[in-house]
């Protein structure tokens, strides 16, 4: 609402040299005529998008429309032709413009996804579906919880996700959690400086409460209800602000390390996935994960806290978030939507419509074979970019981390006996799905008791 009245606006983020976009204009300006090479890429840098484009990049793309890459025997075949020796490019095959014009597009096809409990042999119970944005979201040994049962999600095959059931863990993704929109990083950083300017205030009840008020344009009962969480947190832990991410370390089912960063479900996907990369790389296993706009967890049996903080840093972010996202579903679902666009897979075809699981298929034979070729493959490229930079935030994750190592925000680790009152809404988002709403609140209920009793014991 402060935002609102202020006249506040998120920024605009335009994603820039996005390879199968490029790709598919290519394509679309040879078929209007012989282009010179320079003067095409010349032409296409006067786009804002692509005024910062490589020439690298430009070429790895021709390649690939070229047909350099040799991948004739997976139904990709040569758009275009190039002539190094006069650096020309035009159009290949009789049907370009009929192709081009049932092709173009950015929007991806989306489908539903099967889930089957069984291993995929032949053998197995499709109890009900989930979409594409939630499937992307899981990782190998993710809780989730579909019609009242929990299941385990164990692997996806084109539109089957095959899962285990009769599961007795806790789920680790809520149903709601694809469709909420991200908290921005620039509002995030904005709920950090009101926390800290709270926090100066907090020691005079009446001072603090008119700040609120006035600050958020809130009514007095909401200020004192702010009030009220905010320095329950400060009796309990400490108070994550703009300078001070506040790290809880605690037991529950398993041990826990929640990080305080409201800096937005993006930036904090990216940090999770760092840190939870961090953690399986010492114990060799997956661990549990959750993520809101305001923080995330780690969970596991057993946390070498200062190990895994100490191993993410600004410099090796990118190549951590490389390896941790190379075999799950959302880097092979988003390649999906990248050789969509780049017309590796043809979703019209002389009149022929490819449906959005053929299509899928088709990019799990392609996902494979690009590999082989080249990690480096220009739509493979790009389908990695989309992830870290447009799921994900990879640019702010940096910044954080970046803003650590200068001592410009402080990192600061507290063991505490149970979570604490800003960590519960975290906590809670796996239990949300299986606790009934009566439930919900005894249990909520009960939590905010023991934290109460925490903080009286302490004075």
């Not at 490819?354 to 070729?373: C, D, M, N, P, R």
Request: proline content about 2%; charged content about 30%.
């Amino acid at each position: 609402m402060k935002s609102m009245i202020e006249k506040k606006i998120d920024p605009a983020e335009i994603p820039k040299n996005a390879l199968d976009v490029l790709a598919q204009q290519i394509f679309g300006m040879a078929i209007t005529k012989v282009w010179d090479a320079d003067h095409m890429l010349k032409t296409i840098r006067k786009s804002y998008c692509y005024e910062n484009l490589t020439k690298d990049d430009f070429f790895s793309v021709i390649s690939y429309l070229a047909g350099d890459y040799a991948l004739e025997h997976r139904h990709v075949y040569a758009k275009i032709w190039y002539e190094p020796s006069t650096n020309q490019i035009g159009k290949k095959g009789k049907l370009a413009r009929v192709m081009y014009m049932t092709n173009i597009g950015t929007i991806p096809a989306e489908g539903f996804i099967t889930v089957v409990v069984g291993s995929g042999e032949g053998r197995g119970e499709q109890i009900g579906k989930i979409d594409e944005a939630f499937l992307e979201r899981m990782k190998r040994g993710d809780i989730f919880v579909l019609g009242g049962q929990k299941y385990q999600f164990l692997y996806s095959r084109g539109m089957k996700a095959f899962v285990r059931a009769n599961v007795s863990k806790n789920p680790t993704i809520p149903s709601w959690f694809s469709e909420m929109l991200p908290l921005t990083f620039d509002m995030g950083c904005e709920i950090g400086k009101f926390r800290k300017l709270s926090k100066e205030r907090l020691k005079s009840k009446d001072e603090c409460v008119k700040f609120i008020t006035e600050y958020l344009y809130c009514k007095k009962y909401i200020a004192e209800e702010i009030y009220s969480y905010i320095k329950e947190q400060s009796d309990f832990s400490e108070v994550p602000d703009e300078s001070n991410i506040i790290v809880e370390k605690f037991k529950a089912e398993k041990e826990f390390m929640l990080f305080h960063t409201s800096y937005g479900r993006r930036v904090n996907d990216a940090l999770a996935r760092a840190y939870a990369f961090a953690a399986a790389r010492m114990k060799h296993r997956d661990v549990e994960m959750g993520i809101t706009d305001n923080g995330f967890f780690i969970a596991a049996e057993s946390l070498d806290d200062k190990k895994i903080i100490s191993f993410v840093n600004s410099s090796n972010l990118a190549e951590i978030l490389k390896e941790a996202i190379e075999k799950t579903d959302i880097l092979k679902r988003r390649f999906r939507h990248c050789a969509s666009r780049s017309l590796m897979i043809l979703r019209n075809y002389k009149g022929r419509e490819k449906t959005v699981g053929k299509q899928q298929v088709h990019s799990e034979f392609l996902f494979t074979a690009v590999k082989k070729i080249s990690n480096e493959f220009p739509i493979l490229q790009e389908a990695r970019r989309e992830v870290l930079e447009d799921l994900m935030d990879i640019k702010n994750a940096k910044k954080v981390l970046e803003w650590i190592e200068k001592g410009k925000v402080r990192m600061k680790l507290i063991h505490i006996p149970i979570v604490s009152p800003f960590g519960l809404s975290l906590y809670m988002q796996g239990k949300s799905d299986i606790i009934k709403m009566e439930d919900k609140a005894a249990f909520l209920k009960r939590m905010h008791q023991l934290q109460l009793g925490i903080i009286e014991s302490k004075k």
